[in-house]
């Protein structure tokens, strides 16, 4: 289409005599570079207009229909430039979050974007739906691609789903606890258990533990019943009413005087929010958690497999990526929690492990009977009666080179990652990559303290 286009001009500019150079320069400036005239669009447009006004001034007695005919026709010319030119839509990948989560979520979609590729970013939208618990069982049954949920809507009827875990009391120690359990063999399993709902599990979102700090140091969970505890959510609220405390509802900037002034006994507080920390006088904070706020990263297999691979592969990688920096930024943030509650004079304590088993058995004794049994399989788990069976140390060679066959869809990516699809051909590749092994793997934390 072009080259009809700068013919009909060319003979144009016969018949009238017009300087060719002028013209013909514009016409080049834009059949050249379309991506480049698409980003420099008013500098292009400036330069048609003013070259044709200018060789219409050097042809006197030019017929005013021949210069309308000019103008059309670079006028065509420029429009089909513009339509290739325009860039590519990519998905718009609707997302639901649970209100529980909303900010946490909203940080996590900024972090995922930053980390994706800057042409993919250019391309990708992500449509958020905020939602409250109580409709996010209906909503999961319309058109949504990802989804932020707690991990309440995690657990299946798989004996070793980690969900399970993060809803108990005194669990966890710390976070480096709750994330050595989300990268175990029964973290990951928790994730893939997402499959039963027709789900995939992408990634584990952190939220920080609960901890308790007031006056009046508690010897055993027994300790906290009947006392006035300061919350800021209504799922803190539900298991403390689990354990026997009066959960009061206290925006975190009042706290504080509410614990002075007496009208609560204690406050929860979350290790990942320092807005919340509060350091009382004499005071004490609980070691050991009473909950991990745990949400999971989830896509919906009947919408997410109609994205394109090359934006669903990248948006995966990007989510773990950005997990990783969360789960980094809780452990510091924890870290200085501590550090400051004791240069605050705040006693550190903790619950005998017979007192907190008790407790946890207590609360699973008191769940719906037909999760009892995930409850209690996940606990066995993580305190277990004897020694786990003994990790096998990788063996092999340090370098090497892997042949492989596919037919899978060769998506033409220029990173390897992306490059094959998970779409079948009737076409088999064949390649060879050379690979390097990490001489020694970095150690994992137990998955609960000594």
Request: with cysteine.
């Amino acid at each position: 289409m072009y080259c009809c286009w700068a013919s009909a001009l060319e003979r144009a500019l016969d018949a009238w005599e017009l300087p060719r150079v002028c013209l013909g320069t514009s016409l080049v400036i834009l059949l050249r570079d379309a991506e480049a005239m698409w980003k420099n669009l008013d500098n292009c447009l400036f330069r048609l207009v003013t070259t044709l006004s200018f060789a219409v001034r050097l042809t006197p007695g030019a017929r005013p229909g021949a210069c309308i005919v000019n103008c059309l026709l670079a006028a065509q010319v420029l429009g089909v430039a513009i339509v290739h030119a325009q860039p590519v839509q990519g998905p718009t990948v609707t997302v639901l979050i649970e209100t529980s989560f909303q900010g946490r979520a909203t940080r996590f979609l900024e972090e995922l974007r930053s980390a994706l590729a800057p042409q993919i970013q250019e391309t990708v939208r992500f449509d958020t739906r905020v939602a409250p618990t109580s409709m996010i069982s209906k909503l999961l049954q319309e058109k949504w691609d990802m989804a932020i949920l707690s991990s309440t809507f995690a657990l299946t009827d798989a004996q070793t789903s980690a969900a399970a875990a993060f809803e108990m009391p005194f669990i966890f120690a710390s976070m480096r606890n709750v994330i050595a359990l989300q990268q175990s063999p029964v973290g990951r399993a928790g994730l893939s258990a997402m499959s039963q709902k027709g789900m995939t599990g992408l990634v584990y979102l952190n939220g920080g533990v609960t901890r308790v700090t007031g006056r009046g140091e508690p010897k055993s969970p027994d300790d906290l019943k009947g006392k006035k505890v300061a919350v800021s959510s209504p799922a803190q609220m539900e298991i403390l009413q689990t354990m026997g405390a009066v959960p009061l509802t206290v925006e975190p900037v009042q706290a504080p005087e509410a614990l002075r002034s007496g009208a609560v006994d204690s406050v929860l507080i979350n290790s990942g929010n320092p807005d919340s920390w509060v350091f009382p006088e004499r005071g004490f904070l609980l070691a050991d958690s009473v909950k991990a706020q745990v949400a999971l990263v989830v896509t919906h297999d009947a919408s997410w497999d109609r994205i394109p691979f090359v934006y669903r592969a990248r948006i995966g990688d990007a989510a773990i990526a950005a997990s990783q920096r969360f789960d980094q930024a809780l452990i510091e943030a924890e870290g200085s929690l501590l550090s400051r509650a004791r240069s605050s004079g705040v006693s550190l304590i903790n619950f005998r492990p017979d007192d907190t088993s008790r407790a946890t058995r207590q609360w699973i004794n008191e769940q719906p009977e037909a999760l009892r049994d995930t409850y209690f399989s996940v606990y066995k788990y993580l305190n277990p009666s004897g020694p786990r069976d003994p990790v096998i140390p990788r063996r092999g060679g340090q370098v090497g080179k892997l042949y492989f066959a596919t037919t899978r869809d060769d998506t033409g990516d220029s990173n390897f990652l992306y490059r094959f699809g998970d779409s079948r051909t009737g076409i088999v590749k064949c390649g060879q990559i050379e690979f390097l092994w990490p001489i020694r793997a970095a150690p994992q934390p137990p998955l609960l303290d000594p």
